[in-house]
């Protein structure tokens, strides 16, 4: 007996002093979306239904959910990127997810970055032979995995943070929590 599609994502939820994560997976269980912590359960899966018309709420996937939180507070764990949805104008993907392969190829260089350093949007732009530095910002900021695909690891070419979708200072947290010494606002020895 064959499944059948219904179309609704998997999210699945972890907290942890307060912070609230979530990860939705599509049917065939590729990582479709995951958040930047939040302040509550609502919120947390908030960030991912809001893209999805069809969700369903379940404790399926909650240790990628607990991953998540692991590697917010600085554990160093390995990404497969066979884990992740990269395909371009798969059905299930509606909005801000990966829509060209410019992003689909920012995403993959930018989950490269080891645990513990940094790379800046020019450093990035220049290893898929762009001069599109704005672009891989644009693509980054965009990023559908945060904290699994390492956009906290991108920094300004003048050592200086740089943006971050979850604020400077969440930024600065992930940054510390990963050994790196940060300075006004600025990595320290990078």
């Avoid at 979306?33 to 509550?40: A, F, G, V, Y």
């Avoid at 920094?155 to 790196?180: A, C, H, P, W, Y």
Wanted: charged residues 25%; positive net charge.
């Amino acid at each position: 007996m064959t499944k059948k599609k219904t179309d609704a994502i998997n999210i699945s939820t972890h907290n942890h002093n307060d912070l609230y994560f979530a990860v939705g997976f599509s049917e065939i269980g590729k990582i479709l979306r995951t958040t930047l912590p939040q302040k509550s359960l609502d919120e947390a899966i908030s960030e991912i239904s809001r893209h999805y018309q069809k969700f369903r709420v379940s404790n399926d996937n909650s240790e990628t959910a607990k991953k998540l939180c692991d590697i917010y507070h600085g554990n160093k764990l390995d990404l497969d990127l066979e884990e992740l949805e990269l395909n371009i104008n798969e059905p299930y993907i509606q909005t801000s997810t990966i829509k060209t392969t410019f992003e689909r190829d920012v995403i993959i260089e930018v989950s490269k970055i080891p645990y513990g350093h940094v790379k800046s949007y020019k450093q990035i732009a220049k290893s898929l032979n762009s001069h599109a530095y704005r672009a891989v910002g644009t693509a980054i900021g965009k990023n559908p995995f945060p904290i699994l695909v390492p956009c906290h690891r991108v920094i300004r070419s003048d050592g200086k943070i740089g943006g971050f979708r979850g604020g400077t200072q969440m930024k600065v947290e992930i940054l510390k929590n990963e050994g790196i010494e940060i300075e006004a606002f600025k990595i320290y020895n990078k």
